[in-house]
């Protein structure tokens, strides 16, 4: 029961849009033209064989949802690293999508998110303040869109100028047990900031890393 909850916090971060962004439900089109931000995304069945296991389509969005809300509020960044708390006014393409596992109790959500802006410059500093603010957050309280509370800690691993990974620890609260992480990895590719998150009860490093390269490798810069 605990992780389903976790299960449903993680993809509902998906969900909890401003009232201008809309929701795509299902299976993505089977006819992508080269170029779009739909494209650029791996398919499911890509998807599926890095985690190792089946992954079916959730919800995506094609703006980036409202911020959730942290404690402290300075751990905005890190509680909602695909909200418009890291994805600013002035994108020019915004997209993002999850995948989860629906026929075992494991428990295994994929997220990607990708947001494109006019030049580097301003995408350059959407990735910076990505970087800087989990850096600047050891741990916090996430309040979701349907105000669920979860305690996180977050830690920061290797970073460049065009790279970031973290991990993203959910504290179980007194009557879970349940251990639960999101391995997180984040790109700036040109006008492009990518990202990718892989959350399971395991290790997702060798994933998530498998993942943003790939994912990275579509995108135009």
Do not use: H
Request: proline residues 6%; hydrophobic residues 40%.
């Amino acid at each position: 029961m605990a992780k389903a909850r976790t299960i449903a916090a993680v993809v509902a971060l998906l969900v909890s849009a401003t009232a201008c962004s809309s929701v795509v439900e299902g299976t993505p089109r089977p006819r992508l033209v080269a170029g779009t931000i739909q494209a650029s995304f791996p398919s499911a069945d890509e998807i599926s064989a890095v985690a190792g296991t089946q992954l079916t389509p959730g919800p995506g969005l094609d703006a980036p949802p409202v911020p959730l809300a942290a404690d402290p509020a300075a751990c905005a960044v890190a509680v909602g690293p695909a909200t418009q708390s890291v994805y600013a006014r002035g994108w020019t393409g915004f997209r993002s999508a999850a995948y989860e596992e629906l026929d075992t109790d494991n428990g295994y959500v994929v997220t990607l998110v990708l947001g494109v802006y006019p030049d580097e410059k301003q995408a350059g500093a959407v990735f910076g303040a990505l970087a800087e603010g989990v850096k600047q957050c050891p741990s916090a309280v996430r309040t979701d869109g349907n105000e669920q509370t979860s305690k996180w800690t977050y830690q920061a691993g290797a970073a460049t100028a065009s790279a970031f990974e973290w991990t993203a620890n959910q504290t179980p609260s007194a009557d879970e047990n349940d251990w639960w992480a999101c391995y997180r990895r984040a790109r700036l590719k040109g006008k492009a900031v990518v990202q990718v998150a892989v959350c399971e009860a395991g290790d997702g490093n060798q994933a998530a890393t498998k993942l943003i390269d790939q994912f990275a490798g579509k995108v135009g810069g």
